[in-house]
């Protein structure tokens, strides 16, 4: 396994790329890491502690990257849990949902999951049935996916 980290664009094209999104206040990103060490896979981490949030043209370029990143990526997995709402992973839920209809694959596109607790739980729910019906509980059946 290969872990791409914000504002590196040196992806190899002979190999799966995996996007992690969804929310960063908890520590699932680092578990899957774990769990998938032996795969032959890329998985790109948005997580960036080092940028200067304050710093508009530092800002600007994370955000441009992970929007990149979500175009190549073969497949974006979510976890939304109870840390947060998480205005961003709504987003690139959003994004993915709109590309992966362009391209007419969304169930090959993006797997979720969302914890019992999340508090818009509900919209997901309904709204992610409109595409597809499969919505882990857990981020042991994300894994499994």
Not at 28 to 44: G, M, P, S, T
Not at 49 to 58: G, L, T
Not at 60 to 70: A, F, K, P, T, V
Request: aromatic share 12%; with cysteine; net charge negative.
């Amino acid at each position: 396994m290969q872990l791409v980290k914000s504002g590196d664009y040196n992806l190899p094209d002979n190999k799966v790329k995996v996007y992690l999104a969804g929310n960063m206040g908890s520590p699932w990103r680092a578990q899957f890491v774990k769990d998938l060490a032996n795969e032959d896979i890329i998985l790109i981490d948005p997580t960036n502690e080092d940028y200067n949030k304050q710093d508009f043209n530092s800002f600007r370029q994370h955000c441009y990257w992970e929007i990149d990143m979500l175009n190549v990526a073969d497949l974006i997995v979510v976890w939304m849990d109870e840390s947060s709402v998480g205005p961003i992973s709504l987003f690139e839920i959003g994004y993915a949902c709109g590309s992966a209809m362009a391209k007419e694959n969304i169930g090959d596109k993006l797997i979720m999951g969302v914890d019992q607790h999340y508090p818009k739980r509900k919209d997901l729910l309904v709204r992610w049935s409109y595409f597809f019906n499969k919505i882990n509980d857990n981020t042991d059946e994300l894994l499994d996916e």
